[in-house]
T-cell receptor, first 117, second 109 residues
Framework: GAVVSQHPSRVICKSGTSVKIECRSL??????MFWYRQFPKQSLMLMAT?????????EQGVEKDKFLINHASLTLSTLTVTSAHPEDSSFYIC?????????????FGSGTQLSVL | GENVEQHPSTLSVQEGDSAVIKCTYS??????FPWYKQELGKGPQLIID?????GEKKDQRIAVTLNKTAKHFSLHITETQPEDSAVYFC????????FGTGTSLTVIP
């Protein structure tokens, strides 16, 4: 299947700092990427839809000024958690659509475990 | 919007036995149903999927069945192995993806 690369896999930071997470599509172009947040033993919660060359679409309740999303190219989307606080600690996962003729699929990155001290 | 329900939430089976996970959906427009396996600390991995024009699909030890009339689909894993232990998520897709709540599968050696 298609490869979605996500970095870093784990980050520990002090409260108040900003953290950037990168999501790359390695062998295909991704017009649309998605960012999810996952709490322990829970399902995936969609945070926002990232569209190349335009503003991201945020889900209700997600602070767009807190979670900055940039999708500057067809292979890279970034999520920046600004002024991180302990309540932002979570597992963040990106995903990308691979389009084909009636054959679109959704592939996920390996996730980023964010721990804010 | 779409409502995807997944059962059971936890499942333990003996190695070699079969495991079945079921999901129901509500949106008639949903036409794509993937299944993902997520190991601890990793992102979900697509393991099998089915589209609404097909009733069953099989890939070695895993299979998925779809009943469009009843709006439910199931994941079947045969001859389970310890490495099958993970959390499995179903998803339903029409205009966007909706995920089930996950099933934690434990295969006991």
């Amino acid at each position: 299947g298609a490869v979605v690369s996500q970095h870093p896999s784990r980050v520990i930071c002090k409260s108040g700092t900003s953290v950037k997470i990168e999501c790359r599509s390695l062998d295909f172009q991704a017009t649309t990427m998605f960012w999810y947040r996952q709490f322990p033993k829970q399902s995936l919660m969609l945070m926002a839809t990232s569209n190349e060359g335009s503003k991201a679409t945020y889900e209700q309740g997600v602070e767009k000024d807190k979670f900055l999303i940039n999708h500057a190219s067809l292979t890279l989307s970034t999520l920046t958690v600004t002024s991180a606080h302990p309540e932002d600690s979570s597992f963040y996962i990106c995903s990308a659509f691979v389009f084909g003729t009636a054959n679109e699929k959704l592939f996920f990155g390996s996730g980023t475990q964010l721990s804010v001290l | 919007g779409e409502n995807v329900e997944q059962h059971p939430s936890t499942l333990s089976v003996q190695e070699g036995d079969s495991a079945v996970i079921k999901c129901t959906y509500s949106d008639s427009a949903s036409n794509y149903f993937p299944w993902y396996k997520q190991e601890l600390g990793k992102g979900p991995q697509l393991i099998i999927d089915i589209r609404s024009n097909v009733g069953e699909k099989k890939d070695q030890r895993i299979a998925v069945t779809l009943n469009k009339t009843a709006k439910h689909f199931s994941l079947h894993i045969t001859e389970t192995q310890p490495e099958d232990s993970a959390v499995y998520f179903c998803a339903s897709c029409g205009n966007q993806f909706y995920f089930g709540t996950g099933t934690s599968l434990t295969v006991i050696p």
